[in-house]
């Protein structure tokens, strides 16, 4: 069997992929215009790159996309648990192997011939994104009904920690999509296997 | 802060001419509200989403309006009315309590208590004019709550006043109708579900900090709602109707979601 023979994504892998990043782009461009009306870090984002036009542009744009985020997201991991490309894909995953594969990026050493293996470092930054999605998920929930979902609410720390908490976790999806998208720069045969599968 | 710079249209006592008003002023935000879409539009964010670079802009704006109405939906099914929103103690009141509404603080209404009546129209048996007096005289109840703004901040407040329900139900309102709609003296308007409005903490409300609300959170009253949002809680009201009619708002008719829940 060779690399390019074999399917690397399958269909619903590449379909649910390009739908999440639509949804992921939405959803972050208009959050940063309803932080920006009231910001509580010492900064705003610069309007340029907000979706929305307005506050309430930007509630319609985010209240639309997160059903796209949702519905996506869980025909995703359904697929995934099921098919059981989850434990094939992402575990198992060690500290120790996965020190020696950042060691091994870090010295160039870190091998991209096989793009259907994933090594340590991206096995830890695809469980990573999965968490953080489900993290803005639920404290999400908690700032859109956080009268209606109290166990939820409590357990963030309540509502203004839901906020800081929704917040963190978009960072740490964007810097998630900033690494991503160096990596396809740097192997671009990566981005051709998200599209054709193979 | 919330500011609208269009819409100085200034009040005048007659609600005829007051709603005539509301109209126009409907009509020349509309500007505005296209203004606001327009640089939404242009900002790339659909050409992604389509692929190309023209874009039926108002087809856009309905299909957001009607995920908005869904979301609607999901909210009126989502809401308990039972549940009841945390409460906190004195000690964690938020002092001063911020002052929000479409203009600024500047221009906050003066309401005179006297030949001050609260009009009570629609589907209920009881269409008199109450007095604060009236309203004072009714059992009342006081609660502290966090109120959740659209732009996301928070703030705890002390407001006392009448459980809505009882007032509700003494002026003999139908229960079953749709909507419970407030028209103020600030020119603001808006409406709730009926599931809210029977809400146990939904609190026709004439007091802040267990004294007469001052002007600034909307003398002589406001209702409040700990299951909304902030601009679902008018103040200055002057006239509350009951209907099946959707009533709208002054922002749920400029794009904010009409249920508004939290």
């Known amino acids: 069997m060779t690399n390019d023979s074999e399917l690397i994504h399958p269909l619903w892998v590449r379909i649910t992929h390009w739908v999440n990043a639509v949804a992921v782009v939405i959803l972050t461009m208009s959050g940063w215009r309803i932080y920006d009306a009231s910001p509580f870090f010492p900064f705003t984002i610069p309007v340029q790159i907000t979706l929305g036009g307005w506050l309430g542009g930007a509630i319609q744009w985010h209240f639309a996309a997160m059903w796209l985020l949702l519905g996506n997201g869980l025909v995703y991991l359904a697929c995934n648990v099921i098919s059981g490309r989850l434990w094939r894909k992402f575990l198992p995953w060690s500290p120790r192997a996965f020190v020696a594969d950042v060691l091994a990026a870090l010295k160039g050493k870190l091998s991209h011939a096989d793009l259907s293996h994933y090594n340590m470092v991206q096995r830890a930054a695809y469980l990573f994104v999965m968490l953080d999605s489900v993290l803005l998920v639920l404290s999400g929930l908690v700032l859109w009904k956080s009268v209606q979902f109290p166990i939820l609410r409590e357990l963030l720390g309540g509502y203004e920690a839901a906020r800081r908490v929704h917040f963190l976790a978009m960072a740490g999806l964007v810097a998630f999509a900033g690494i991503h998208l160096l990596m396809v720069a740097l192997v671009p045969r990566t981005l051709l296997a998200m599209i054709r599968g193979r | ?262």
């Not at chain 2, 009509?27 to 327009?38: D, G, I, S, V």
């Not at chain 2, 703004?149 to 139900?169: D, M, Q, T």
């Not at chain 2, 003999?172 to 409005?197: E, H, Q, R």
């Open chain 2, 1 to 262: 802060m919330i500011k609208k710079p269009a819409r100085q249209l200034g009040f005048n006592g007659e609600l005829l001419l007051k709603d005539a008003l509301k109209d126009i002023g409907r009509h020349l935000e509309q500007p505005t509200r296209r203004a606001f879409l327009q640089r939404s539009l242009s900002l790339g964010g659909l050409s992604l989403l389509s692929g190309c670079a023209v874009v039926d802009e108002s087809s856009v704006e309905n299909a957001l309006m009607k995920v908005s109405r869904f979301n609607d939906k999901v909210q009126a099914w989502l809401f308990d009315p039972k549940r009841l929103a945390p409460t906190y103690p004195d000690s964690m009141i938020t002092r001063p309590f911020p002052f929000n509404a479409y203009y600024g603080e500047d221009e906050i209404r003066e309401v005179a208590e006297e030949g001050y009546r609260l009009e009570v129209t629609g589907l209920v048996a009881d269409k008199h004019a109450w007095t604060l007096a009236e309203l004072r005289a009714m059992p009342q109840t006081d609660q502290i709550t966090r109120h959740i703004c659209v732009e996301g901040w928070s703030a705890i407040g002390k407001w006392g006043g009448v459980p809505f329900a009882s007032f509700l139900r003494r002026v003999g309102a139908d229960l079953n109708a749709k909507y419970v709609g407030f028209k103020c003296a600030d020119d603001y308007y808006t409406s709730i579900d009926m599931p809210t409005a029977l809400h146990p903490q939904t609190l026709l409300t004439l007091t802040y900090d267990s004294q007469p609300l001052p002007p600034r959170y909307g003398f002589p009253m406001k209702l409040r709602m700990p299951t909304k949002l902030g601009y679902k809680n008018p103040k200055h009201i002057q006239a509350i109707f009951v209907t099946n009619t959707y009533p709208g708002g002054y922002w749920e008719d400029q794009g904010y979601n009409w249920f508004g829940g939290s």
